[in-house]
Each structure stands twice: as structure tokens, then as C-alpha cells.
């Protein structure tokens, strides 16, 4: 059950995979001590693979960026994503995804990502950023793509391997020229809205350019789709599973905000991370020279018993829980406050208006296709009274 557990517990918290030439790290202390150290472990592993994405496609991808440019491009659009400009957002999320549960009103059954999980994170980024929520429909494409682009293998011949990024990209490329035209509408006539405030943002009296902008906002559709998507849907199949704890949350609500932390921890959506060793050095007792891949399995992180006692039971009050789903250190997700807004209304809203929601069992959910992803890919669930 690959939802349930992330594979096989593994014995080492570091052990090399030879077969792909990559490390990977299980333990919750040597995930910490490589996501607290960027300047040992870089987020730029295109660095391993020099010249196979062209520099167009990198700049403004924050998530890969190291150091100073990092800093600046991140104290830029965190101004974009203050807590009062998170919590502000709360009754328009409420009211959207009110909409989207109306729509449902009355039938017996629901596909919970379909019908909620899926259009409510999108419609509100969309919202975020100004672009008209009618055009959602062409997110949900774009993204669904990048989801789907092949796993590439690691030591290919790098002009094969150029050959299939490039590929890949060009299948996306309507998304780039669409971002393209909005942000250079944005540079003529400003609104009130994130991409204008991209465009207009000054660090260091620099602005952004409009590919910057670009890359980072196609890097905001897909961290922050699908993860909250598949935060939505595994919290109400964590329920689903453990009658006992979907009592407890449905008679005390102050649980609410744990039961979604508890959910990150054994169904984390962004299961893995990558990094790249910029020198020697040593982890978990292994010897990892510079220049090799780490993979963070942070779903397997999220179950060390060092760190979490009883790490396979979902605890909906689970307190302390110092899980890794949403990484750590500098790059520690932007969107963090966001996703757990959205889970918290979404939680509420479904306990509030359906006395229990049941998975039904000749339609049982399905799962997304890569090993990154850990969550549902569609949830049917049934109204029971
Ligand atoms: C970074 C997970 C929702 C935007 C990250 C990282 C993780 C993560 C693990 C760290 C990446 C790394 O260290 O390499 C998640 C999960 C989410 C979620 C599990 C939902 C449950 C969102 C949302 C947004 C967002 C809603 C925005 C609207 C970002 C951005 C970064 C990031 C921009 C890069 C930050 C940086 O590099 O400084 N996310 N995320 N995420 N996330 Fe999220």
C-alpha cells in the first residue's frame, strides 16, 4: 500500500543506490542536516548535468537557486505571501470552495478531488495572481503534463538527455507564452494583483525580468497545485481509514489544524527532494564524495522512530510534530501557510456539512503515478446519514 507506507523501511538512513548512481536518505537527523546546510548541499543539481536545460528555463526557479539569489528572489515574493495576505484570503477561500461543494448538493456520492480537491487550489493561485479562473481548465493541463514528464535517468548521454528536456518543455510551452503575455500586460498597465507585483517588485534596486517571472510563477502553479490537492484528499482518506480518529477530529475541531500536520507527516505529498554535495562530506556514517545526487525521501523522514514514536499511526493531535513536508531551512515552502489554510477550511467545511463521507469499495481510490507524489489521484466517496 503505497499510500500508506513509503516503501520499504529502509536500514540505513544513507545507503547509495548504485544502479542510478544516486544517495538516498532516509534518516529524519541526515535529512535536517543537509536541508540546514545549502551551501554543502546546493538545490542546483542541474549543475550535475550541465548545459541539458537551457538558462532560460532556470532563472527564477527559486527552488533551485542557491546563496545570495536565492535570498533576494525569496525576500522579493515573500512580500507576496505575508500571513496577513494568507489570512486575509481565508473567507474568499471559504466561499470558493462553498461553490464548489453546492455544486455537489444532494447527490449521494462525490469524487472529492474532482469535485473539490483539484479545481480549489488551482482557482485560488489563479486568483492570486490574476488571471482570469475561467482559464483553470488550461492550468490543470499544463500541470497535469508536468506531472507526467518522464523520470529522466541520471547518466544518460547528456545530449540525449538535452534532447528529451527540451522535448518536454516544448509541451508546456503554450503555458510559458501564455505567462509571457500576461506578465507583459502586467509591465503596461499594473493591477492589484501578484503578478503585478512581481513585475513591479524592486530588491536592491533590481527588478525581476519577465522570464523571471515567468519561471517562478510556472514553478508556483506546481508546487502549490498539486501538493494541496493531495494534502485535501490523503487528510480525508487518513480519516476514512482510522474511524476513531475521524470521531475525535469531528468532536473536538481544534484538532483540526494538527489532523492536517499529521496527514503531511504519513502521506507526504512532495515525498522527495533532491540535492547535490558540493564537497566531500560525511552522512549517516557514509562517506558521499562531491558531486553526487542525494535523494530526501522525506516520507521515509516523516516515519523515523528515532523521531516519532509509533511513526505507522495517524495521531490526529500529534503534538509536537517536527514532520518534514514542507522541507526546511531556506528553501522551507513558501506556500506552507497557504496549504494549511486551504486544509483547515476544506476539513471544516466537509465535517460541517456531511454527517460522515465514506470511501466506496468497488470504486476505491486511486494513486498518483510517480513515487514523488504520495497521495490520491481520485477519491470517491459516498454520503452516508
Ligand atoms: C517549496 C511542499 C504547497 C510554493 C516546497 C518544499 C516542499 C514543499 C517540501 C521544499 C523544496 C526544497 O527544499 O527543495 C509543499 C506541500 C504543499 C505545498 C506538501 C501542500 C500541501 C505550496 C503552495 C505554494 C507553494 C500552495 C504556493 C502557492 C512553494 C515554493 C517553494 C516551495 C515557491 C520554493 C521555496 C524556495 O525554494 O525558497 N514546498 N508545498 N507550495 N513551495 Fe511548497
Known amino acids: 500500500d503505497r499510500f500508506w507506507l513509503p516503501g520499504e523501511r529502509p536500514g540505513r538512513p544513507v545507503e547509495l543506490d548504485e544502479e542510478r548512481g544516486v544517495w538516498n536518505v532516509y534518516g529524519h537527523a541526515e535529512t535536517l542536516q543537509v536541508l540546514t546546510d545549502p551551501a ?3 538545490s542546483d543539481t542541474g549543475r550535475l548535468m550541465p548545459g541539458v536545460m537551457d538558462d532560460s528555463y532556470r532563472e527564477g526557479n527559486l527552488v533551485r537557486m542557491d546563496g545570495l539569489p536565492h535570498r533576494k528572489l525569496r525576500r522579493l515574493v515573500n512580500h ?80 540525449e538527455l538535452k534532447r528529451e528536456v527540451a522535448a518536454q518543455l516544448a509541451q508546456v510551452q503554450p503555458m510559458f507564452d501564455y505567462l509571457h503575455e ?45 501538493t494541496t490537492t493531495m494534502l485535501l484528499g490523503n487528510t480525508v482518506l487518513c480519516l ?24 503531511l507527516r504519513v502521506s507526504t505529498p512532495s515525498a522527495i527532494l533532491a540535492r547535490a554535495t558540493e564537497t566531500a562530506v ?19 523522514a516523516n516515519r523515523d522512530e528515532r523521531v516519532f514514536a509509533d511513526p505507522d499511526r495517524f495521531d490526529a493531535g500529534r503534538q509536537p510534530n517536527p514532520h518534514l513536508g514542507f522541507g526546511r531551512g531556506a528553501h522551507f515552502c513558501l506556500g506552507a ?42 477519491l470517491p466517496l459516498r454520503v452516508v446519514d
Do not use: C
Open 182 to 226: 500576461h506578465a507583459a500586460e502586467r509591465r503596461r498597465r499594473p493591477r492589484q494583483d501578484l503578478l503585478s507585483q512581481l513585475v513591479e517588485a524592486e530588491v536592491d534596486g533590481e527588478r525581476l525580468s519577465d522570464n523571471e517571472v515567468v519561471n517562478f510563477v510556472s514553478l508556483l502553479l506546481v508546487a502549490g497545485h498539486i
Open 240 to 263: 476514512d481509514r482510522d474511524p476513531e480518529q475521524a470521531a475525535r477530529v469531528r468532536a473536538d475541531r481544534t484538532l483540526t489544524p494538527t489532523a492536517i500536520e499529521e496527514s
Open 80 to 159: 507576496a505571501f505575508t500571513p496577513k495576505i494568507v489570512a486575509d484570503l481565508e473567507p474568499r477561500i471559504r466561499d470558493l470552495a462553498t461553490e464548489l461543494l453546492d455544486e455537489v448538493e444532494g447527490r449521494d456520492e462525490l469524487e472529492l478531488v474532482a469535485d473539490l480537491a483539484s479545481p480549489l487550489p488551482v482557482i485560488v493561485i489563479a486568483e492570486l495572481l490574476g488571471v482570469p479562473s475561467g482559464d483553470r481548465h488550461l492550468f490543470k493541463q499544463w500541470v497535469d503534463k508536468m506531472i507526467n514528464f518522464d523520470e529522466l535517468p541520471m547518466n544518460d548521454d547528456p545530449e
Open 282 to 300: 560525511e552522512l549517516g556514517g557514509q562517506r558521499v564524495p562531491a558531486d553526487q545526487m542525494l535523494m530526501l525521501w522525506l516520507s521515509a
Open 337 to 378: 501557510p497557504l496549504a494549511r489554510l486551504e486544509g483547515r477550511i476544506v476539513l471544516n467545511l466537509l465535517l460541517d456539512r456531511f454527517p460522515l463521507l465514506r470511501t466506496i469499495e468497488d470504486r476505491p481510490p486511486t494513486f498518483m503515478p510517480s513515487p514523488e507524489l504520495t497521495g490520491v489521484s481520485t
Open 40 to 42: 554543502t548541499y546546493t
